[in-house]
């Protein structure tokens, strides 16, 4: 009897041991993050090696803001152009546009304006977003940024959704054409906002943070119906030179972005808030920037300087097994392009002053 007593006892100490041992090594995902124990050369980078254009910058308060706050922050990372993308139109775009004037900076600010789908099923609305869009780039926008809104969010007042390739439209990617400025155009979101929220989806870790970036075929179209609006205004608008931003969501994929970039040629893209993805893949990423050097832009989204930090290295550096700045957007590390002065160049500034038409004075130093 007191040998089963012993036994018992003895079993249910190791049963309570490996309980207690394995509740303290639990550990959740989102916590698991060691520094790397991997000895490399590190080559961290705060200022450009050349003069750049941000292309792909929000600034919602430009009318009002301390501009030399911007000015000073722009030197320090060798920025010689933002660009604010949410000019908004109207009287808030030359609200804007005086206050940069006012600070003298109207060679190191530009601003796109935006376009208000309210009203689109009343009969004069295409004429008359036609004529905001003129009297805007009359007021000194250099371009058109189109919000993901369109496509996602955007509704009529019977709450049907409008699509991105909506025929109402297609005088504005005309005129745009006409007027000789770029449209930057943001559609969908990443691919995996789609997925199953599961162990199999690599932005399972962005998604349990915020959740209401989830999405579905209904929720509120598929992903695909999404993507081939957008090519198809693409198609529809040849005159017209667009920027795809963020990649056109294919930074993953650069095998179908090529084929996209071969079938479109009046398209660019810019690689705002997906340098991730260009920096775990190096070698693919460094022939793509080789064979598409003339029509890839610079641009970042939120504006946030210490983040520039990263795109600096990855374009600049031959670096190897780096973070990038959000994990829930990359959990995986980075390598650097090392690209080549020539192809940084047209990169950093080149491209933006050709495709907005900036001044060049100011880059070549």
Same mark, same amino acid.
């Given at each position: 009897?007191?040998?089963?007593?012993? %036994?018992?006892?003895?079993?249910?100490?190791? +049963? %309570?041991?490996?309980?207690?041992?394995?509740?303290?090594?639990? =550990?959740? *995902?989102?916590?698991? &993050?060691?520094?790397?124990?991997?000895? #490399?050369?590190?080559?961290?980078?705060?200022?450009?090696?050349?003069? *750049?254009? &941000?292309?792909?910058?929000?600034?919602?308060? =430009?009318?009002?803001?301390?501009?030399?706050?911007?000015?000073?922050?722009?030197?320090?990372?060798? =920025?010689?152009?933002?660009?604010?993308?949410?000019?908004?139109?109207?009287?808030?775009?030359?609200? =804007?546009?005086?206050?940069?004037? @006012?600070?003298?900076?109207?060679?190191?600010?530009?601003?796109?304006?935006? !376009?208000?789908?309210?009203?689109?099923?009343?009969?004069?609305?295409?004429?008359?977003? #036609?004529?905001?869009?003129?009297?805007?780039?009359?007021?000194?926008?250099?371009?058109?940024?189109?919000?993901?809104?369109?496509?996602?969010?955007?509704?009529?007042?019977?709450?049907?959704?409008?699509?991105?390739?909506?025929?109402?439209?297609?005088?504005?990617?005309?005129?745009?054409?006409?007027?000789?400025?770029?449209? %930057?155009?943001?559609?969908?979101?990443?691919?995996?906002?789609?997925?199953? $929220?599961?162990?199999?989806?690599?932005?399972?870790?962005?998604?349990? /943070?915020?959740?209401?970036?989830?999405?579905?075929? /209904?929720?509120?179209?598929?992903?695909?119906?999404?993507?081939?609006?957008?090519?198809? !205004?693409?198609? @529809?608008?040849?005159?017209?030179? *667009?920027?795809?931003?963020?990649?056109?969501?294919?930074?993953?994929?650069?095998?179908?972005?090529?084929?996209?970039?071969?079938?479109?040629?009046?398209?660019?893209?810019?690689?705002?808030? !997906?340098?991730?993805?260009?920096?775990?893949?190096?070698?693919?990423?460094?022939?793509?920037?080789?064979?598409?050097?003339?029509?890839? %832009?610079?641009? @970042?989204?939120?504006?946030?300087?210490?983040?520039?930090?990263?795109? $600096?290295? #990855?374009?600049? /550096?031959?670096?190897?097994?780096?973070?990038?700045?959000?994990?829930?957007?990359?959990?995986?590390?980075?390598?650097?392009?090392?690209?080549?002065?020539?192809?940084?160049?047209?990169?950093?500034?080149?491209?933006?002053?050709? +495709?907005?038409?900036?001044?060049?004075?100011?880059?070549? @130093?």
């Amino acid at each position: 009897m007191a040998a089963v007593k012993l %036994l018992f006892l003895s079993l249910s100490l190791s +049963i %309570l041991s490996i309980f207690v041992f394995g509740q303290e090594n639990k =550990m959740d *995902f989102e916590k698991y &993050d060691p520094p790397s124990s991997l000895k #490399v050369p590190e080559h961290p980078l705060t200022k450009a090696k050349f003069p *750049f254009v &941000d292309l792909h910058s929000h600034h919602w308060n =430009m009318a009002t803001q301390d501009i030399s706050i911007l000015l000073k922050e722009m030197d320090a990372l060798n =920025m010689q152009v933002c660009i604010n993308l949410s000019g908004r139109g109207g009287n808030a775009l030359k609200g =804007m546009i005086e206050n940069v004037k @006012k600070y003298g900076a109207e060679d190191r600010i530009a601003i796109f304006t935006n !376009v208000s789908f309210n009203g689109i099923e009343e009969s004069d609305w295409s004429a008359n977003a #036609v004529k905001q869009l003129e009297f805007d780039v009359q007021n000194g926008a250099k371009g058109l940024k189109i919000f993901k809104s369109l496509g996602l969010s955007t509704k009529d007042k019977a709450g049907n959704r409008i699509a991105i390739d909506d025929p109402r439209l297609d005088p504005i990617w005309a005129k745009c054409g006409e007027l000789g400025i770029p449209v %930057l155009i943001h559609s969908a979101d990443p691919a995996q906002f789609w997925e199953p $929220f599961d162990e199999n989806n690599e932005r399972w870790l962005e998604l349990k /943070t915020h959740p209401g970036r989830k999405r579905s075929d /209904t929720d509120p179209a598929p992903f695909s119906t999404l993507i081939k609006e957008q090519h198809h !205004v693409f198609q @529809k608008h040849t005159k017209t030179t *667009f920027i795809n931003a963020h990649f056109g969501w294919m930074a993953n994929d650069l095998d179908s972005l090529s084929r996209f970039l071969d079938v479109f040629p009046h398209v660019n893209v810019e690689f705002g808030a !997906v340098i991730a993805e260009l920096g775990r893949q190096p070698r693919r990423a460094g022939s793509f920037f080789e064979k598409y050097q003339d029509r890839i %832009l610079f641009g @970042k989204d939120a504006y946030n300087p210490e983040e520039y930090f990263t795109y $600096f290295r #990855v374009l600049e /550096t031959a670096d190897e097994y780096f973070p990038y700045y959000k994990r829930y957007h990359a959990f995986w590390k980075m390598y650097g392009l090392n690209l080549p002065d020539k192809i940084l160049k047209k990169i950093y500034y080149q491209n933006a002053v050709r +495709i907005v038409g900036l001044k060049k004075e100011g880059f070549e @130093k």
